[in-house]
Every structure is written in C-alpha cells, then in structure tokens.
C-alpha cells in the first residue's frame, strides 16, 4: 500500500513546539508551523480547525509528555538522576540548535495573555509545569524528603532549569546550566540525605 505524502498530525505538533522553541508564540503564525513541518497549510488545518491556539497547545502539551516520559523514566533511579536528565535534554536542545532553541512551554507562558480570559495554551502550559513539579517531588518524597521540602524544590528545580535555560540562549554558552546543576544537585544531595 502506498504511504501518503500527508504529514502526519504528530509531525505538525511537534514541528510547531520546535518553532515555537525558537521564535515564541506571537511571532510564529500557523502558516509558518507549517511550512517548518513541511505541512501544506491545509492539512494543518485540518488536523488543527481552531488554528493557532489548538496547535500552540497541543505543541506545549507534546512538549510535556516528552520530559515527563524522560523524567519518569530516569526518577526511578532517584531524584538526582532525574535531575541529571533533565538538565541533559535542555542542553541538547540549547546546544544543538546553536542556541537559538529554548523551551517552547516557557515560551508560551511568558506571552500576553488576552484580556478576555486565559488561553488553552497557556493554561496547558501552567499544567505542563505541575506535571513536572509533581513527578519531582514524588520521587523527592520517596527518596526521603519531607514533603514540604519536596514541593518547595521541585518547584525550584523546574523555574530554576527553565530560567537557565533562557540564559543559555541569551550568553550562547553552558555555563549558566553548570552552575545551576551544581547547586541543584547539592539541594537535592541535601534534602534526600545522600
């Protein structure tokens, strides 16, 4: 049988949570997720009939599941090699796109909502980081923090990664994600008790 040159509605979302990654969400039009995917605009439409919005969220929430398969993957060794993982995505990320990629989660969370409500992508995005938050401290509780402690970090190590994320781009280096590993780990060392 034949394979269809359709792209698939996969490839669109994640085409778009790349482009979104680099250029943010008001400076990226649907047409233009598309032709990034190599999408006609038809298919995209067809795939996304509410347009920009749906695919933006749909691009945010892949994004979440994809660091969350890593994460729940890696917590179970422990929270410090959930931690290592996480860190080693976002510098995959930063690296290999010359720093010009960053977190397409972030990058929908810091634009201008409207004044007529909150969109679904931003509300996807506000979800995606308390997945990642959650699965955190779970493993953080179950490795021995208490659970104040827990929530506390987890939520240090997701705004901590994010915003280290942004500093990489902006110095084009690592660096800002070395440090910030370090101290995390020691955080983390600290509060499970290793």
Request: proline fraction near 5%.
């Amino acid at each position: 049988m034949a394979r269809s040159s359709t792209p698939s509605r996969e490839r669109i979302v994640a085409g778009a949570a790349d482009m979104i990654s680099r250029r943010g969400l008001s400076a990226t039009s649907i047409r233009e997720m598309a032709k990034h995917a190599k999408a006609p605009l038809g298919s995209t439409y067809h795939y996304f009939p509410e347009g920009k919005q749906q695919l933006a969220t749909e691009a945010v929430r892949y994004t979440g599941e994809w660091v969350a398969r890593t994460l729940r993957r890696e917590l179970e060794a422990g929270p410090a090699e959930g931690l290592r993982a996480f860190l080693g995505l976002w510098r995959t990320i930063v690296v290999e796109s010359d720093f010009h990629a960053g977190c397409p989660v972030l990058a929908v969370a810091i634009e201008e909502p409207p004044a007529d409500g909150i969109p679904p992508a931003l509300a996807a995005a506000a979800e995606v980081f308390g997945q990642w938050e959650s699965l955190l401290a779970e493993s953080l509780r179950t490795h021995g923090a208490g659970a104040e402690q827990a929530e506390q970090l987890a939520t240090l190590v997701v705004a901590a990664v994010e915003g280290t994320v942004v500093m990489c781009r902006a110095k084009r280096s690592t660096q800002p994600l070395d440090r910030t590993a370090e101290q995390l780990q020691a955080l983390i060392a600290g509060a499970v008790g290793n």
